[in-house]
């Protein structure tokens, strides 16, 4: 798979496409995986390889993750259900299925944290950054990319285009004071409310 990614990219960059290939590696839970695709990928010459922050380990870890991968992404979903330990197919704890939680929300903290101080990017992928406000709390977070189903873009930008990074920073410290996700979502319903009073 990576040779013939390899070859893609080769042949679309002599076309002159401008096409930017990055590849990342799933589930990656220790420093050594990370180590181990990012150097196979590079050998295989793949230029940009990373990985998905998928299971709390990776996400402890990520400023040494960072110095063999050249980006990360968050799969929400998944880093959810892992830090929870709720299975979101299994009907009888699906309610604890929620990335408002702040357990999630420290660790995808943690891992934004990595990505500003070593210059590396973090993007957001799973349903999490279609919710509105917690697509500002994400990028309060370090989020510097956010993926989402094509309805959810306009209401995101829209409420994106509405905060500051340091506002988006002040009201995911209000999420990550909470001790659950009712009352995660709720402190920073207020602090967004109290932000655009401030701003009328």
């Given amino acids: 798979q990576l040779t013939a990614l390899a070859e893609a990219d ?42 998905m922050v998928e299971v709390p380990s990776s996400a402890l870890l990520a400023e040494h993750i960072f110095a063999h991968a050249d980006f990360a992404s968050i799969g929400t979903n998944d880093l959810t259900q892992y830090t929870l330990a709720a299975d979101r197919l299994l009907g009888s704890v699906a309610g604890f299925q929620d990335p408002w939680h702040p357990a999630v929300l420290r660790l995808i903290r943690e891992v934004g944290a990595a990505g500003a101080r070593t210059g590396k990017p ?27 189903a094509p309805t ?19 009201i995911a410290e209000a999420a990550l004071a909470a001790t659950d996700a009712a009352t995660a979502r709720e402190a920073a319903h207020a602090a967004s409310d109290s932000q655009k009073e401030r701003t009328q």
């Fill in 152 to 170: 959810a873009l306009a209401d995101v930008r829209a409420t994106l285009l509405t905060y500051s990074l340091d506002d988006a920073r002040r």
């Fill in 10 to 51: 080769e042949q679309t960059r002599k076309a002159g496409s401008g096409a930017d290939l990055w590849v990342m590696a799933p589930m990656v839970s220790t420093v050594d995986e990370a180590e181990y695709f990012t150097a196979i990928a590079r050998e295989y010459g793949i230029r940009t390889a990373g990985v």
């Fill in 122 to 148: 973090v993007g957001i992928c799973g349903e999490a950054a279609a919710d509105p406000l917690l697509a500002v709390v994400l990028v309060g977070l370090g989020a510097t990319s956010l993926s989402m």
